[in-house]
């Protein structure tokens, strides 16, 4: 197979899913996103994770961003 329609393909599928979660996002409702992130905070407590300090996270953010934003122009 030719490795362009290859990944044509898996751009392709992903874009589907994608919008799939958009629309998992869209129908959730504010109850079901409060548990959610009500088990992640209790997980995290329990497991006596820490956020600590930012140490860049934000450019490291940003850096992909700026990424994605190029790989889905081209």
Do not use: C, P
């Not at 898996?10 to 109850?31: D, F, G, H, M, P």
């Not at 959610?36 to 450019?59: P, T």
């Amino acid at each position: 197979m030719d490795a362009n329609f290859d990944i044509k393909l898996y751009r392709e599928r992903w874009k589907a899913v994608e919008e799939i979660e958009r629309q998992e996002l869209r129908a959730s409702t504010v109850q079901t996103n409060w548990r959610q992130l009500n088990a992640i905070l209790r997980r995290s407590i329990r497991l006596e994770l820490h956020r600590g300090d930012d140490d860049g996270e934000i450019e490291i953010f940003n850096r992909w961003a700026v990424l994605r934003n190029h790989y889905e122009s081209a």
